[in-house]
């Protein structure tokens, strides 16, 4: 296998699937089922997970809350998003571990570096919630610390797109994907990916990130085994 140790970056939004707002079950589950494949081969996966679906603690402003408090509550989205990965991800005989970047002691593990590796290296996904216990922070920028924390050879980003454009896919038949991009060219094209706290933090600790269609079954593990799939960050 290409990778060992791996974190997957999941959008809340993601969870959505077919519905308007929450958690679509079936979403959930491909996702799962997805991820223990991956698991069988052997690959240490942590995985972090957005909270769009349910709160954005950038959008409280707009709607008269505070921003810091606003944050806090997206931090706990994401916390609801995790555990209900945690009991798919169970029910189909996964081991796993949600670690929290705050204290909620009654359904989550506080973040202790060392632990998180000790869960992974005993074939545990770990998943973290609450991103990085912090206001002003996204979710983005917690994956990439946490991939550089325990040492993770890649941040696999799973989007609704199957890669990185030079514009919008969405909007523009035109748009050019890049099936290899480096860091610096991704600035100098002003290419969004993800905010520039998570982008600069993997690009000082030399840590790959791809992007790709986590919605296609199959993408994930044919990322693990090799295969050019989506957009590598290098």
Do not use: W
């Not at 791996?6 to 077919?18: R, V």
């Not at 491909?30 to 769009?52: D, P, R, T």
């Amino acid at each position: 296998m290409k990778y060992k140790r791996i974190l997957l970056k999941l959008s809340g939004e993601a969870l959505i699937g077919n519905k308007n707002f929450g958690i679509d079950s079936n979403k959930l589950e491909n996702y799962s089922n997805e991820i223990k494949n991956i698991q069988n081969l052997g690959i240490e996966v942590a995985i972090v997970i957005g909270g769009g679906n349910i709160y954005r603690g950038i959008e409280s402003e707009t709607s008269g809350i505070d921003r810091v408090q606003g944050d806090y509550m997206g931090m706990l989205a994401t916390v609801i998003n995790c555990m209900a990965l945690q009991s798919f991800l169970e029910k189909i005989g996964c081991d796993t571990r949600l670690l929290s970047g705050f204290n909620i002691d009654q359904v989550c593990e506080p973040f202790i570096r060392r632990k998180a590796i000790r869960h992974l290296e005993k074939n545990r996904i770990v998943i973290f919630g609450a991103g990085l216990g912090k206001p002003y922070f996204t979710t983005d920028s917690t994956a990439s610390l946490r991939a550089i924390e325990i040492e993770a050879d890649i941040v696999l980003k799973g989007t609704r797109v199957d890669g990185v454009y030079n514009s919008d896919p969405e909007k523009s038949s035109s748009a050019k994907k890049f099936n290899e991009i480096s860091f610096d060219d991704v600035y100098k094209k002003n290419l969004n990916i993800m905010d520039m706290t998570a982008f600069t933090l993997c690009k000082e600790n030399n840590l790959p990130i791809i992007v790709f269609d986590m919605n296609k079954p199959g993408n994930l593990i044919k990322i693990i085994e090799g295969k050019k799939i989506g957009t590598l960050i290098y």
